[in-house]
């Protein structure tokens, strides 16, 4: 049986709450759902229960599914978008000198393609993100995969916003980011 | 401060909140259709809709009204014994054996158009929110962990062996024994549904963006598996192998096939009760029908929350929200009975599909100090469609409310042999959507003259 279920396994699925926690603390983007200003909820727990943990009312989180299915995917890769939609609208409203996530770079004129200069600012951004996501810095080989498709999204769009957007979007989806192994 | 993560919640919102970020490079209805599931050759398809109303339905308002004896006990408040013209029952000219309550009046269209049977005196043990939901969906009982057992919804698309096996929208439904096999494609709302099976490219992203981030992420995936060991690598096999069916999914463009129309929204009033993000019976029986034309699943739950759990004011927030739900349902069965089936044309969806509304409970026929309601020991529920014994009532309740016996044809003194349990409710439905060795797993009992 190649996924374990149960104690013991090599590598575990994120749960929803843990997905939470990380995206709340790495990447600062609120999970949470209020009544009268108090916390009450999590919206990963809320929305995507069941696909995410085979949890199928919140009062009952023992009993989960740690098997991937395509429904866990479909539902990784809505969570990276929304999350990755609100990383760039939010750093698109902050004005420069506060930007909390991309403080490595200028967000909307850094790209590798542009000079060396603005490549390692990009890079230190990239590398920033990763320790965020991953407690760990890019490979050589993932820079190069990025780099790649970062340049390519650029120059179709003309735009950072987007290049990150299907960066960070790619990031959060990724085998690493859902699973954790020792 | 943290954003918001549920904040751009509908395809609307996110298009005004990423601006010049991406653009929608295919309208919705512009997708062309392909369905997921085929029913055998030659063989119809048996489509079964749950429709849950969570928070515990009033019985009294809808399929079992004061009438008769009961307008002379005092055991029902004094609004009930001597309504005002605004909370009269009526027995539906089209089906005499039929009387509703008020809040279902709106619904009388519905139920003259289609097959209807309505169950009162299902016995409720446990009257709490989780418990009853799960014996309701499930017909099997269980107090120390209550989500055990699979609805039957779940236990039909188990057996069914498709992708997906059972879509889910709104409640949480149990899934017991399907939890590993086959859990339910599910969402808390249509919207979100829609979203997850749209992918980045079926709802904001333009397709070049989405292909990029798809190479980016198989390329740094490919990457991380290359450098784990052998035994890591196979933990991560089904992660892999859903990569590829999320490819498959995305491909097949369904999100289109289920997004409102500014027809739909117009005909089922949509806007005019809070707009595409509210959940109450408009949205949800509307998204019903896209559902079931869409062609995802044959299996469908829809729960509609809402004003049923009134434990205050019953009669303003209950009574009008069950006429909404009465009214929305009527627009839902019309469109059923004027649309084919997508996988037998030669049939509408009203003739292929059977449908259980029910709720977890019913509740109390007296006020709280507060006009509200609590909830009752005792269940109802309406049948509707494909195979369903037109104008049956089965079960009874008394004129003090508590459920009845029930011998087969009416009501008689309730003891363990003559009760209505939710488990024969369950068991007869899977009887005749399923098998009857599905069936017997839940209860040998059948409610005869349920079904046809």
Redesign the interface.
């Known amino acids: 049986m190649?996924?374990?279920?149960g104690g013991g396994?090599?590598?575990s699925?994120l749960t929803p709450e843990q997905m939470?926690k990380s995206?709340?603390v790495s990447l600062?983007?609120?999970?949470?759902?209020f009544l009268d200003g108090v916390l009450v909820g999590d919206?990963?727990l809320?929305?995507?229960?069941?696909?995410l943990g085979?949890l199928?009312?919140?009062?009952?989180v023992r009993?989960r599914?740690r098997?991937?299915?395509?429904?866990?995917?479909?539902?990784t890769?809505?969570v990276a978008?929304?999350?990755a939609?609100?990383?760039?609208?939010?750093e698109?409203e902050i004005p420069p000198p506060v930007k909390t996530l991309f403080t490595k770079c200028n967000y909307l004129v850094d790209h590798p393609a542009l000079d060396d200069a603005a490549a390692a600012r990009w890079r230190d951004q990239l590398q920033d993100f990763y320790l965020r996501l991953f407690s760990r810095p890019a490979?050589e080989?993932?820079v190069a995969?990025?780099t790649k498709?970062f340049t390519?999204?650029y120059a179709?769009?003309g735009?950072t916003?987007?290049a990150w957007?299907?960066?960070l979007?790619?990031?959060i989806?990724?085998?690493?980011a859902?699973?954790a192994?020792r | 401060m943290a954003m918001n993560f549920r904040g751009p919640r509908s395809r609307r919102e996110l298009l005004g909140l990423a601006g010049g970020l991406a653009t929608v490079g295919l309208a919705l209805g512009e997708w062309p259709w392909r369905s997921v599931t085929r029913a055998a050759a030659g063989a119809a398809p048996k489509r079964f809709v749950t429709i849950n109303l969570v928070g515990g339905w009033c019985s009294i308002l809808g399929t079992d009204p004061v009438i008769g004896s009961k307008v002379s006990s005092n055991s029902y408040n004094e609004a009930y014994r001597a309504p005002t013209n605004d909370l009269l029952p009526k027995t539906l000219t089209a089906k005499p054996s039929l009387s509703v309550g008020p809040g279902l009046v709106t619904a009388e269209s519905a139920f003259a158009a289609m097959p209807t049977a309505f169950v009162n005196g299902v016995y409720m043990q446990v009257p709490g929110h989780e418990f009853a939901l799960q014996y309701m969906a499930s017909g099997r009982l269980t107090l120390s962990s209550s989500r055990d057992f699979p609805s039957i919804a779940a236990l039909l698309g188990a057996e069914q062996k498709t992708f997906p096996s059972h879509v889910v929208i709104g409640a949480g439904v149990p899934l017991g024994e399907t939890l590993y096999s086959s859990p339910p494609l599910q969402a808390a709302t249509v919207d979100t549904f829609q979203q997850m099976i749209g992918g980045p490219s079926g709802y904001l992203f333009e397709e070049d963006l989405a292909a990029d981030a798809d190479a980016l992420i198989e390329g740094l995936d490919a990457e991380t598996y290359m450098k784990l060991p052998k035994e890591h690598q196979l933990d991560l096999k089904s992660w892999r192998s859903a990569s590829a069916n999320v490819r498959s999914i995305y491909a097949q463009k369904l999100a289109g096939q289920i997004g409102l129309t500014p027809e739909i929204s117009n005909r089922y009033e949509i806007d005019r009760y809070g707009g595409q993000g509210v959940e109450g019976p408009e949205r949800q029986l509307a998204s019903l029908l896209l559902l079931l034309k869409s062609n995802l699943s044959p299996y469908i739950t829809i729960g509609i929350n809402g004003s049923w759990d009134s434990h205050y004011n019953h009669l303003q927030n209950h009574l009008p929200y069950m006429r909404r739900f009465g009214t929305a349902l009527g627009r839902f069965v019309e469109d059923i009975m004027a649309t084919k089936d997508p996988a037998s044309p030669e049939l509408t969806l009203a003739e292929t599909t059977t449908i259980l509304i029910t709720s977890e409970f019913v509740r109390t026929a007296t006020f709280n100090s507060l006009g509200g309601t609590e909830h009752w020991s005792s269940a109802s529920a309406i049948l509707m469609g494909r195979g369903v014994k037109d104008g049956a009532v089965i079960g009874r309740t008394g004129d003090d409310h508590y459920a009845l016996g029930w011998n087969g044809s009416s009501g008689v003194p309730f003891s363990e042999t003559t009760q209505i349990l939710p488990d024969h409710l369950i068991a007869t439905i899977a009887a005749n959507v399923g098998n009857a060795a599905m069936a017997n797993t839940i209860s040998e009992v059948r409610l005869d003259g349920l079904f046809t």
């Open positions: 190649p996924d374990k279920v396994e090599r590598i699925r939470s995206l709340s600062d983007v609120g999970v949470g759902y919206y990963l809320y929305d995507y229960a069941i696909p085979g199928d009312l919140p009062s009952y009993k599914d098997l991937t299915k395509p429904q866990t995917l479909l539902i890769r809505q978008w929304i999350a939609v609100n990383i760039i609208t939010k698109n490979t080989a993932e995969l990025v498709t390519t999204t179709r769009e735009k916003s987007s957007l299907v960066t979007f790619s990031l989806s990724t085998m690493e859902w699973n192994w």
